[in-house]
C-alpha cells in the first residue's frame, strides 16, 4: 500500500469514528435528560 491509500483509510476511520461518537453522545445526552432509553432518534 502506498501512502496515499493509507492517509484516505485512516480519513475513512476517523469519519466513522465520529459518526458513532455523536450517536453515543445523542443517546447518552437523552437518557441523562429523561431517564429512558429512546432509539427513536431523528
Do not use: E
Not at 491509500?5 to 475513512?12: D, K, R, S, Y
Not at 476511520?13 to 432509553?37: K, Q, R, W
Request: net charge negative; proline share 0%.
Amino acid at each position: 500500500m502506498d501512502w496515499s491509500t493509507n492517509l484516505q483509510m485512516v480519513a475513512a476511520g476517523l469519519a466513522m469514528g465520529s459518526i458513532y461518537a455523536l450517536v453515543a453522545l445523542g443517546f447518552v445526552l437523552i437518557f441523562n435528560a429523561v431517564n429512558v432509553v429512546n432509539f427513536a432518534q431523528g
